[in-house]
C-alpha cells in the first residue's frame, strides 16, 4: 500500500481535484492531513472552521482515497500562546523560554498546553470520528522531536518533584538510592529538588538518569491521553504515530507504543545519515552520500517493527532532497524506490511519502515533493509509478511477516546511561548497537529488536552491544532462552539508580559467565590497540576492559599484552572491547555458524532480506553487482529483476 502526506490548507481550493485525482492515479490509496492546521481549524478561541476541511475530505475520497486525520496539536496557534505563555518549553541549556514561531512550541507538563491538546483533539475526532472516509488516526507529529521532551520550566519541575515522591515515597530513600551524600547535595524535602540542569559542572548521574525517566513519563502520559480521546470519539479506527528515532526524541518508544495500534516511522535516510555520519572520514561517507549506508535505513525498520512486534508503516519517506540536514544532496536515481521496497522487505504494510507538493514558501521550501512547486513531476513520482506496477506482480502480502533467528537487545536505558556517564567521548551507544547490527546484516541474517523483557527462546543468537543495566528478570530471561548470547562491554556494571554494581561487572551477568571487570579504560580511537582472534589481527580500541576469569572461562581473543577481550563460557559470550567491524563480521559468523544459522558473504553494499516467502535483494552500489547464482536457484524464481543488479536496483524472489 503506498499513500501520501499532503496539506490542503497550502493551496488553493481549486487545484484539489487534480491532485486527488493525480494521487489515485499513480498508485496512492491513503492521504494523511491535517496534522499541523489549528489555526485555520480553530482562528480565535472557540472559533472553528471545518467546512474547508470537509470539502477536502469529500474531494479525496470522491477520487477513491482514503483519509489519515491527525490531531494538531505539534503546532499550537500563537492565540493559545498568548493566553497561556507557559505552555512554551524553557530550553534546558540556557534556561530561555523557547518561543513561538517554528513548531513544537509545548511543555509536556503545562497542564495547560495538556488540557487545550486534548480539547482540540476532542473535536477534530468528534467531528471526524465516524467519517467513512478517515479510516485511521496520527496522534500529534513525531512527538517530542526538536529536543522537546525536557524542558527546565517552572512546571517541569514541579511535576518533577511529584515525580519523585511517588516514586521514593520518602526523601531518605531518595538520599540513599541516589548517593546524595557525595559533595553534599543531601535533601530534607521534595520540594527542595531541582531539575538536574544549568549547574555549574556535572550534575548527579542518578538526578539526571531520573530526570530522563520522568520526561518520557511526561510524553507518554500527554499521548496515552490524546489517544484516549481519539478512541472514544472515533470507534473502529486505528491510531497510529509517526516515530522518529529515539536518540532525537530522549522518550521510551516501547512505551510510547503500547497503546498504539501499529507504529509508523518516517524515513529520512538521507537527512538522518548526514547527521548520524556526520563525523565519518569523507572516504567512508562520500560512497553513501546519495544512497544513505546499505544498513542505515534497515536499522530503523527493524528497530520500528520490534518496538510493537509486528508489522509497521512508514508515514513519511524522503522523495529528494530535504532542507534540515547539515548538507542535503539528492537521492541517486532510484533510491526513491528502493527505500521503498526495503521498507517493505523489512515489515512496512504501507509506505506514504512526504510530501505531495514542494511548498513554495515557509520553512521547508527548499523541501522536495513528488510534485514540484509549479505542479511539474519530480524525480519521485516516476519512482513510486514504477514502484506501483511493481507491487502489483509481487504477490507482497499485507500483513505478512519476518522471521528472525537474531535479535538484538536493545532499550531506551541503554542510551541514556551511556549518554549521562561519558567517560570516554569516542563511546556513542548509538554508534556501537549500529555496528553490532550491521555486521549481522552484511551476513545476510535477518535481525529483530527486543527488549530485555521479551520471549528468547524463539532465536537462535541474541546479542547486546550495550546493555549497562541488567535486572535479575532478564538474566532469567538469558537462561531460559537456549540461545547462543553475546554481551559487549559495559552489559551488568550498573544498578538501576545508575550505581556501581556491588560484584563488579558484569554484576548479575556473572550468573552467566563468571567473569569480572577489574578495570575500565577508555582510549582516543585513533591509537587504538591490536587484537588477535583465529590467528587474525583486529583491533580493539575506545573502550577496553581488564577481566578476572574463572577457570570454566575460555578465552577467545586476546590483546597485544595477552589480555583476554573475548571470552566464552558454553553458550555465553563477552566482548569485554570496542573492536572492528572485520572483527565482529568474522566473530559472529563463526558464532552463528556453531549454532546452526547459516550466514552469507555478500557482495559488499548488496543486502537480503526475507519477508515469508519473498527474499529481496538490493544494490546500494554505483555498479552492476550479482547476487550468488547458486543461492538464487536454491531459494526460488525472480519475480522482479534479476541475479544481476543494476546499480541501485532491486532484484525479487519468491520461494518455491
Ligand atoms: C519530518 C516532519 C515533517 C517535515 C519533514 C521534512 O520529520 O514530520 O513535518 O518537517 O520532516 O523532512
Known sequence: MLGICYYPEHWPEHMWQQDAQEMKALGLRYVRIGEFAWSRLESTPGNY????LDRAIDTLAAAGLQVIMCTPTATPPKWLIDKYPSILPVDIN????????SRRHYDFSSPDYLREALKISEVVAKRYGHNPNVVGWQTDNEIACHDTCHSGSEHAKRAFQQWC?????????LNSAWGTVFWSMEYQDFSQIELPILAVTETHPAHQLAYRRFSSDQVIHFHDEMIKV???????RWVTHNFIPMADTQTDNHALAKNLDFVSYDNYPLGRSDLFFAEAPAEKFKPYMRTGHPDYASYAFDQSRGISKQNFWIMEQQPGPVNWAHHNP?????????????????????VCFFRWRQAPFAQEQMHAGIKRNDNSKAQAWYEVEQLNAEMARSNLKIGSAVKAKVAIVTGTLNQWVTEIEIQGTSYSQLEVEFAYYSALRQLGLAVDFVSTEDDLSQYSLVVAPCLPIVEQAFVDN???SGAHLIFGPRAGAKTNELSLVPNLGPGLLQQLIPIKVLTTETIRPDCSESMTFNGKQYESSRWREELELSESVQVIAIDSSNQPMVVQKGNISYIASLTCDEFLQDYFESIANQVGVSTIRLPKDMRMMQRENLTFIFNYSSQSQFFPDET???LGSFVLGSAELAPFDVAIIEHH
Not at 481519539?230 to 473502529?236: K, S, T, V
Open 49 to 52: 472552521h471545518f467546512d474547508w
Open 230 to 236: 481519539i478512541r472514544r470519539h472515533a470507534p473502529n
Open 478 to 480: 538469558c537462561k531460559n
Open 94 to 101: 540556557t534556561g530561555s523560554v523557547r518561543g513561538f514561531g
Open 632 to 634: 538464487a536457484t536454491q
Open 165 to 173: 515522591k511517588n516514586k521514593y515515597k520518602d526523601i531518605d530513600n
Open 330 to 350: 539528492r537521492p541517486e536515481k532510484g533510491m526513491v524506490r528502493l527505500w521503498s521496497w526495503q521498507a517493505f522487505a523489512h515489515g512496512a504494510d504501507c
